[in-house]
């Protein structure tokens, strides 16, 4: 067909593939209440040959908050992860009265440590566009957006400039931003105090149109109690033998907020939902179980369900001998 990317097709005839990305989906669970806890499997897969997982993506049809209240996460097995679940540090932006043409400025500041603990080098952004520094322990991010014609209301301007802030690498690896009537709500995907050390500054504007952080850091991060250590990452190479994940094992290093409006979907080309440990690899067998959280009060979804975006892998590298391949002896 004319303007078809779509050439040519390959295969492999003689050969098991492994290594390759696959899309494998848990539930979807029709209703969670309130007052749920990550001890509850919601639904389960079972892995048919080991795996790596590199990412996942939630959805659902329904949910009392985006505010970062409600929390997914994958485990192996059914058994109890943790004790108490944490909360995340969040922050209001206030934008009001909105002007073509007025420019307005903000930055946020994250610890280096915290993307490092997230297995991102912020090194690797140095020389990006929007970012100030790389340097003093902080990788600090620098937004600049001019009012558009088209942003007339408070809550279409706050609209323009989340989309703006979560289609910057790295930022939307740490926070998410959403809004509501021109209140965004800018907070941390994961639970912990660490993140109520991100640092927000510098709001401002050339015209009417006003912008003001309400206050000066992420706040309200608290730790997750009787976590579960997620797995250790594959070290074949060096030391010749395989490490899996156990069972009991989150895939997450701590359970991970819902923060979008139904259906859940995150904005095109963004993954924030990446384990830091991507390398664990999951045995042949293996049942991973899906898990919510849930407050309380407003404490429902509906349809949940998370697809994962996992690779086979190869824990027999040595088999099959003589060419004789047999998939209960050389896939494990």
């Avoid at 990550?38 to 639904?43: F, M, N, P, R």
């Avoid at 004790?83 to 009265?97: E, F």
């Avoid at 594959?234 to 989150?250: I, R, S």
Wanted: hydrophobic share 40%; net charge neutral.
């Amino acid at each position: 067909m004319p303007g078809s990317t779509t050439r040519t097709k390959s295969r492999v005839r003689d050969s098991a593939v492994f290594n390759s990305l696959q899309f494998e989906t848990i539930g979807p669970v029709a209703a969670i209440g309130a007052a749920v806890t990550g001890a509850t499997v919601q639904a389960q897969i079972i892995l048919p040959c080991s795996a790596k997982i590199y990412g996942a993506m939630p959805t659902y049809t329904a949910i009392a908050s985006i505010l970062g209240t409600h929390f997914f996460n994958i485990v192996t097995g059914s058994g109890t992860y943790e004790t108490t679940n944490g909360t995340i540090a969040t922050q209001s932006l206030t934008v009001a009265g909105p002007v073509t043409g007025n420019v307005l400025t903000w930055s946020v500041a994250i610890p280096q440590s915290i993307l490092l603990a997230l297995g991102i080098q912020p090194i690797g952004f140095a020389g990006s566009p929007g970012i100030a520094t790389v340097a003093n322990g902080n990788v600090q991010f620098n937004f600049s957006y001019t009012v558009k014609s088209t942003d007339t209301t408070a809550t279409i301007l706050a609209a323009s400039m989340i989309a703006y802030m979560t289609a910057t690498l790295g930022f939307n690896a740490v926070l998410f931003a959403n809004q509501a009537a021109g209140v965004i709500t800018i907070g941390s995907f994961n639970t912990g105090t660490q993140y109520n050390s991100i640092t927000t500054t510098g709001a401002s504007s050339t015209g009417a149109t006003t912008i003001a952080f309400g206050g000066a850091t992420l706040a309200g991060g608290t730790a997750t109690t009787g976590y579960t250590a997620v797995g250790t990452n594959d070290l074949f190479e060096y030391t010749g033998a395989n490490v899996f994940a156990p069972p009991g094992t989150p895939v997450f290093a701590s359970d991970m907020a819902l923060v979008e409006p139904a259906p859940g979907t995150m904005t095109q080309g963004q993954n924030p939902y990446v384990p830091a440990s991507y390398d664990v690899i999951y045995p042949q067998g293996t049942v991973l179980t899906l898990r919510a959280v849930t407050p309380a009060s407003t404490g429902s979804i509906t349809n949940l369900g998370v697809t994962l975006l996992l690779a086979c892998f190869d824990v027999k590298p040595p088999q099959p001998t003589y060419n004789s391949f047999v998939p209960q002896l050389d896939i494990g």
